[in-house]
């Protein structure tokens, strides 16, 4: 019992002085024909959500904002599984979506992580399913809804 007590309180500290190292978590998995989700979290604990879903021959969006402890929630994202991915350099199949996992780090680095929808690697896709999660919990309050105007930056 001692011993899970110590792991979890080295982790729960170790990953907070991770988390000290990002400024801001992305999502970008919009498909312009089939929609998809959005997510920004940024290191003061703001968190933006869109859900956008195709309806009547557009694009209708969901966004929702709120609030969650930044360091906890970047501990339980696991990023440095993204550090062993390898992305595999291809044309895209038609209509193929290509989620995108930004990461920005407080000196100023931008890391950008791409996979193709089609393929499967263990170590994106770990990191890929915590923020699919955070964003179908639709943190905060609804502040938009209506039809998809773009991209957000």
Do not use: H
Not at 14 to 31: P, S, T, V
């Amino acid at each position: 019992m001692k011993r899970v007590v110590i792991t979890f309180l080295l982790l729960l500290f170790c990953g907070r002085a991770y988390a000290a190292n990002y400024a801001k978590i992305e999502l970008r998995d919009i498909q312009g024909m089939f929609g998809g989700q959005e997510l920004t979290l940024r290191e003061n604990g703001e968190v933006i959500t869109s859900i956008v879903k195709p309806f009547k021959n557009r694009l209708y969006e969901k966004r929702y904002s709120g609030r969650l402890n930044f360091p906890e929630t970047v501990s339980a994202l696991d990023l440095p599984q993204l550090e062993r991915y390898k992305e595999t350099l291809r044309e895209g199949m038609p209509d193929e979506s290509r989620p995108t996992i930004c990461v920005v780090m407080k000196t100023g680095n931008v890391l950008n992580y791409a996979k193709w929808a089609e393929e499967s690697d263990e170590y994106f896709d770990r990191v890929y399913k915590r923020l699919l999660k955070l964003v179908r919990s639709k943190t905060g309050r609804l502040v938009y809804s209506g039809y998809w105007s773009g991209y957000s930056k």
